[in-house]
């Protein structure tokens, strides 16, 4: 079976732009969560999506923002980089929103902010 | 608020040496706890979870309520258990929260 698959690998853009970020969960399932890892700061817990609505959302900025589409995947997108930005985006998938399933996770997206 | 705690940033070992990793949480309601492993250029691997109560890799993690810990346990190290070691918690099942909040994780070094 595929695993979560996660793209661009790596992504460079500078501050002020907008940088999308693109998540194919495993087949059937229906719920996608968002994680920062910074340097230093660990992973955080950014969005939580589960048959296309935002379940939860992780002590961010409303500029991290994100969707899921009809087949389960979804984007994640922050609009006016910052430095602070810099860092690996790990998207993770889970089976039914009703039942605690454990998360399988990608191999993220570096996002670089210059 | 939900916490998880890991103590130990790096731990060196040796080989057949038993091992044991620290991990505290701090949740109000009843948590899922997990052991999440990073091999070198590998993903984020779920290794075991409190409620399977099962042994993956010689690796064993027992949640103790009272002392709020679930510290993961092998008896005899291996090489490849070199490895970056997360703890995570998740919430209380039927509500919002699933998400996984994470220790800083540490990194075990199994030496020949």
């Known amino acids: 079976e595929a695993g979560v698959t996660q793209s661009p690998t790596h992504l460079i853009k500078t501050r002020g732009q907008q940088a999308t970020l693109r998540c194919s969960p495993i087949?059937?399932?229906?719920?996608v969560y968002w994680y920062q890892q910074a340097l230093g700061l660990g992973l955080q817990f950014l969005l939580w999506y589960d048959e296309g609505e935002e379940r939860n959302r992780g002590n961010f900025p409303p500029r991290f923002s994100g969707r899921q589409f009809p087949n389960y995947s979804s984007e994640l997108n922050v609009n006016a980089l910052e430095l602070e930005d810099s860092a690996l985006y790990l998207c993770?998938?889970?089976?039914?929103?009703?039942?605690?399933?454990?998360?399988?996770f990608g191999d993220g997206t570096r996002l670089s902010i210059l | 608020a939900q916490r998880v705690t890991q103590p130990e940033k790096l731990l060196s070992v040796f080989k057949g040496a038993p091992v044991e990793l620290k991990c505290n949480y701090s949740y109000s309601g009843s948590p899922e706890l997990f052991w999440y492993v990073q091999y070198s250029r590998q993903r984020l691997q779920l290794l075991l979870r409190h409620i399977s109560r099962e042994s993956i890799k010689g690796f064993t993690a027992d949640l103790n309520k009272g002392e709020t810990s679930f510290h993961l346990k092998k008896p005899f190290a291996q090489e490849e258990d070199s490895a970056m070691y997360y703890c995570a918690l998740s919430g209380d099942s039927g509500g919002s929260n699933y998400k996984l909040t994470f220790g800083k994780g540490t990194l075990l070094t199994v030496n020949p």
């Open positions: 993770a998938s889970s089976g039914r929103r009703r039942s605690n399933q454990p998360q399988h």
């Open positions: 087949s059937g399932h229906t719920s």
